[in-house]
């Protein structure tokens, strides 16, 4: 479980988007990529990151 703490300060590093933790992924809730969870950390890298089918960004 990431701590609610730690996910307010968090963002997105390619869109500076604001992220979620859904289904062991930090999910951002601009651009849809999803950023693994391993060992309870948060890899934030963008090159990790899966992107979703939709993009939320006009």
């Known amino acids: 479980m990431i701590d609610a703490k730690l996910?307010?300060?968090l963002a997105c590093p390619a869109c500076k988007g604001?992220?979620?933790h859904k289904e062991e992924?930090?999910?951002c809730v601009q651009c849809g990529r999803r950023y693994p969870i391993q060992d309870g950390i948060p890899v934030m890298l963008v090159d990790?990151?899966?992107q979703s089918g939709k993009s939320r960004q006009p």
Request: hydrophobic share 50%; aromatic share 0%; no cysteine.
């Open 48 to 50: 990790k990151a899966e």
């Open 25 to 27: 992924r930090i999910v």
């Open 18 to 20: 604001n992220v979620e």
């Open 7 to 9: 996910l307010e300060i």
